[in-house]
Nanobody
């Protein structure tokens, strides 16, 4: 099983980034896919979750700014991040939950400068 994130980087406040996570070795279409983040000195926190193409959940801190989506044909989940703030700076991780088994990606750094 492998989850590979990409799309992180350095962006100014107010800017946008799109993260991608491509999975292999799991039944992607049956998996709940999530994005977490961990800022320095803080606990890892759930950012967004997608059950099906139309059922999503967001942390209050990112509602109306972030959008999670998935492409089952490409085994990929996305996180579109708009109106980024310095407090969004963190390592972002992709997680899959497949029949009770969870897997994590290696993370991608997002840095938002003020």
């Amino acid at each position: 099983v492998q989850l590979v994130e990409s799309g992180g980087g350095l962006v100014q406040a107010g800017g946008s980034l799109r993260l991608s996570c491509t999975a292999s070795g799991i039944i992607f279409r049956s998996s709940v896919m999530e994005w977490y983040r961990q800022a320095p000195g803080k606990q890892r926190e759930l950012v967004a979750r997608i059950f099906t193409p139309h059922v999503t959940l967001y942390a209050d801190a990112v509602k109306s700014r972030f959008t999670i989506s998935r492409d089952n044909a490409k085994n990929t989940v996305y996180l579109q991040m708009n109106s980024l703030k310095p407090e969004d700076t963190a390592v972002y991780y992709c997680r899959s939950d497949t029949a009770g088994k969870d897997y994590w990606g290696q993370g991608t750094q997002v840095t938002v400068s003020s």
